[in-house]
Structure formats: structure tokens, C-alpha cells
């Protein structure tokens, strides 16, 4: 078995079976032709030789008028007497009246006898001669479906040639376009069977062209995020290699450090979420416990709620099981905690619970104004006014995690504590709540 084998061809496999019908027909109808031809001229010869009987009806010689070979005549008297004979060819002494065949000498016949009462009279013909004149009649009524079936398949290898040109053609002109031209395919002339799978096409050269676009522009935004970090990094560095007193060398360092940890922050959410935009596939799809991820992910951020004095924990609640990525679905929680964290003060509260196919995470923060809920979610938009330190990605990384989800992400303000809360909502095909 070959390994690799060449795709069969649409156009080879409907030009065949449509010749393979053809040459079927053909000579199924040929064969019926030929076969309807022999049978109307047996019928035929057996009229004729009806006719020639009656022709000497009235008792008159009949000479075949030099044809012999094909006809041979006996006439006899009421008490039996010949009376006539045409040719030296031996016949059947005895007359069976109407059709029958006979051999005489080899010679096979078909014989007519009819009786009067002034004679009667036996009409014989050669079968063999009879039979080639019926096969050349035969032979001339399937003539022109011999003819004409080569004549139809030509016609039909070239209507379908031409039926599927515009393929071929937008087969070229794909296999002759560069890598990055995303252009729509032409769809005129199209035939209608394949005008859906070009459509098809044209959408998904459209959403590539706008993942790249995407693409650049974060490329775009991103250098430009780690400019300014990268930069604060190197005069810090470069005043920490000046600087000669303790003191400020220590306060040097602590800057530096700082900056150091907000751009390992920003480059590890960068890279979250470059990879959640991609939708790549880190991981097969499982059966969630959003409760047990929530738990690891408050102990992760604990020290952190810890040094500034906030109250964070799960709500008890019922627990939701989700169908979806681990790894990623962690992801979602560490960024809404983080959020959480950072923009609430010190001492406050963040709670997470699970209701009605949610995971909301809400906290004793300022919130955000209700005009700036969509903006939130743009990547590295932060809410003006906004003291705390960040790299506005927060949002951003949990809103692709969740479209990944088919999840839907809603912002509102917190009824029992005051702050922002986030809902993500599952569809309930992917969810299964256990109390």
C-alpha cells in the first residue's frame, strides 16, 4: 500500500461515471436494437414468404425470377401429384401445413405450406441465407448508436472540462498568490456548488486577516509596554552603580527590585495572554471543580492579601464543574484575584463564590465607573484616576480565557461589599453544579 497516495479527482471521478453510463446505455440500447432488428426481420421474411405463397394462389408456376438461393417452391395436385418445382434443391416430401423448420442435406430451412383446393403449395428459404440478411439489417439499425455514443462521450468530457474551468482557474490563482495576500477570491462565474466553499473561504482569510492584524497591533502595543519598564530598569540600574551611599544604595535596590518584579509581571501576562488570544490548545478539555482551582488559586495570592491586610476567601456555595482547559481556567482566577488585590485597600475584602452556573469574584474596592465597562477589557487600558499599579491586561487575559469557554464575562457593582464584581457565566451545556 502506498504511503502516499495522490487525493482522487472530483472531475476524473464524475468524467468516468458519467462514460461508464454512456457506454452502459449504449450498449444496452444497441443490444436492444439488434435484437428488436433480428426479431422485425424474421417477421418480416415470414410475411414474405406468406406473400409469395398467395402470389401462386391461383395455380400459375412461380419462378423466382433467378433467385434461387433464397427461395425454393413445390406445388402439388389435391391426390398428391408434383406439379411443380423450382431449382435442383431436395425439400421435405410432405408439406406441414403453416411455418416449420427442416434440414435437408445439411441445409436448414424455413418452410411455408399453404393449401387450396387446387393445390398446395410449400415455400422454403435458406435460413443460413436468411439469418446473414437479418444480422445485416440488424447491423445497419445499430449503426448510429455505435456512431454516436464516442460522438456523446466526447461531448460530455468537454462540457464537464468547461463546467469546472472556473475551478481550475481559482485553483491557479490560489496556488499563485504569495503567503500574505489575503485578499477575497473572485466568486464570478462560479458554479453554485462551490460558491459556498469559496464564501467559506473568504470568511476564514478574513478572520485571518484580522488575527494578524490583531496580531501586529499587540506586537505593536506590547513593545511598547516593556519600553518604559525596560527603561526605568536601566536608569536604575545606572544611578544603583553611582550612588555610593548605603542608604540610598539600599533604596536603589528596592526600586530596582520593584521594577524587576512589574516586568517579570508584565512580560508572564503578555505571554498569557498572547497565548489565550491564539486559542492554542495547552491542554485537552476535562471536567473542571471550579471550587478546587479557586482554592488553589486563593492560596497562591494569600501572602499577597496577607502584607496588605485583605480578608480574601471562598464563599460557601454550591460547587461548579466545568468542561474546559485547567491550566487556562486557572489563569482566569489568578488574574481576577490579582485584580481584586490590587485595586482594593488595605484591609478590605475579596470573596468568590459560584451561583447559577457563575463564578463571581467581587471585592471592597472603589469598583469601576459603569462607562468604562466595555473599555476595560481593551488590552493595556487603565481606568483613568486609578492609583494602583498595572499593566491593564488583567481584564483583557480573562476575557479571551472565557471566549475560549464560550463564557460570558459581565462587570457590576458589588451589592454586599461596594466594589467591582465579575461575573463569568457558562453556558450550561459546559456546566454541572453539584450541591
Not at 94 to 101: I, M, P, R
Amino acid at each position: 500500500m502506498k504511503a502516499n497516495s495522490s487525493p482522487p479527482s472530483l472531475r476524473r471521478r464524475v468524467l468516468w461515471l458519467v462514460l461508464a453510463v454512456i457506454a452502459f446505455v449504449s450498449v444496452l440500447q444497441a443490444t436492444s436494437a439488434y435484437r428488436s432488428a433480428l426479431f422485425e426481420a424474421d417477421r418480416m421474411f415470414d410475411y414474405h414468404l406468406q406473400e409469395v405463397a398467395r402470389s401462386v394462389h391461383g395455380g400459375l408456376p412461380f419462378s423466382p425470377g433467378g433467385d434461387e438461393i433464397e427461395f425454393s417452391v413445390r406445388i402439388w395436385s389435391p391426390d398428391g401429384t408434383e406439379l411443380y418445382r423450382s431449382g435442383a434443391r431436395q425439400m421435405p416430401s410432405q408439406a406441414v401445413l403453416g411455418f416449420s423448420d427442416a434440414r435437408v442435406d445439411g441445409v436448414r430451412y424455413r418452410i411455408y405450406s399453404l393449401r387450396t383446393p387446387e393445390h398446395t403449395v410449400q415455400i422454403a428459404q435458406d435460413l443460413d441465407a436468411r439469418l446473414e440478411r437479418a444480422r445485416a439489417l440488424a447491423w445497419r439499425a445499430i449503426l448510429p448508436i455505435v456512431l454516436l455514443a464516442p460522438i456523446l462521450m466526447l461531448a460530455v468530457w468537454w462540457l464537464i472540462n468547461s463546467a469546472l474551468a472556473p475551478v481550475q482557474r481559482m485553483r491557479k490563482q490560489v496556488a499563485a498568490r504569495p503567503a500574505n495576500d489575503l485578499s477575497p477570491l473572485p466568486t464570478r462565474g462560479l458554479p453554485e456548488e462551490v460558491l459556498p466553499l469559496v464564501d467559506e473561504i473568504n470568511l476564514l482569510f478574513e478572520r485571518l486577516l484580522q488575527a494578524r492584524s490583531a496580531q501586529q497591533q499587540f506586537i505593536a502595543d506590547a513593545a511598547h509596554e516593556l519600553r518604559s519598564p525596560l527603561a526605568a530598569l536601566k536608569l536604575q540600574a545606572q544611578a544603583l552603580r553611582k550612588t555610593t551611599d548605603d542608604g540610598a544604595r539600599q533604596a536603589a535596590l528596592e526600586r530596582l527590585n520593584e521594577g524587576m518584579e512589574r516586568a517579570i509581571e508584565l512580560s508572564g501576562q503578555l505571554l498569557a495572554l498572547a497565548r489565550e488570544e491564539a486559542g492554542a490548545a495547552i491542554a485537552p478539555s476535562e471536567a473542571v471543580n471550579l471550587e478546587q482551582l479557586a482554592r488553589e488559586a486563593v492560596a497562591e495570592v494569600l501572602p499577597q492579601a496577607q502584607a496588605r491586610g485583605i480578608d480574601i476567601g471562598l464563599a460557601p456555595g454550591a460547587s461548579l464543574t466545568v468542561q474546559g482547559q485547567r491550566q487556562a481556567l486557572h489563569v482566569l482566577l489568578r488574574n481576577l484575584l490579582d485584580n481584586a488585590i490590587k485595586y482594593t485597600p488595605q484591609g478590605g475584602t475579596v470573596d468568590i463564590r459560584m451561583d447559577n452556573m457563575q463564578l463571581i469574584v467581587e471585592d471592597s474596592g472603589p469598583g469601576i465607573p459603569a462607562a468604562e465597562y466595555e473599555r476595560v477589557f481593551d488590552r493595556f487600558y487603565r481606568v483613568p484616576g486609578s492609583d494602583a499599579a498595572g499593566s491593564g491586561l488583567g481584564l483583557a487575559i480573562v476575557k479571551a480565557v472565557a471566549d475560549r469557554h464560550h463564557a460570558q464575562v459581565e462587570l457590576s457593582r458589588s451589592q454586599r461589599l461596594g466594589g467591582l464584581a465579575v461575573a463569568v457565566r457558562f453556558p450550561a451545556r459546559s456546566v454541572a453544579a453539584h450541591s
